[in-house]
Nanobody, 116 residues
């Protein structure tokens, strides 16, 4: 099994930046795909960005050009660099880690609040 923990959230002014981290631990099994999701207040949880084991990335249209997802396979870490933040980015951000053949694990979430 894999345990997932996000960190790096906080309060930031519009136009600022934050870097979120996601750490996976508890298993020696190689991590496959990793995704960042977010859930704004009163809204559904939506996909923000994904990264495959090989490093292929995909982004939601709302964050393209502003957010960058990256990973360190050796350390089982994934990052979400968030630039040019605006109020629409306010949400709880979750990391989802896929491993093995069909397992996945979620972190507890980290709050990102952007003041306009």
């Amino acid at each position: 099994q894999v345990q997932v923990a996000e960190s790096g959230g906080g309060l930031v002014q519009a136009g600022g930046s934050l870097r979120l981290s996601c750490a996976a631990s508890g298993s020696s099994i190689s991590i496959n795909d990793i995704g960042w999701y977010r859930q704004p207040p009163g809204k559904q949880r939506d996909l923000v960005a994904t990264i495959t084991r090989s490093g292929r990335t995909n982004y939601a249209d709302s964050v393209k050009g502003r957010f960058t997802i990256s990973r360190d396979n050796g350390k089982n870490l994934v990052y979400l660099q968030m630039n040019s933040l605006n109020s629409e980015d306010t949400a709880v951000y979750y990391c989802n880690v896929k491993w093995g053949t069909s397992w996945d694990a979620w972190g507890q979430g980290t709050q990102v609040t952007v003041s306009a």
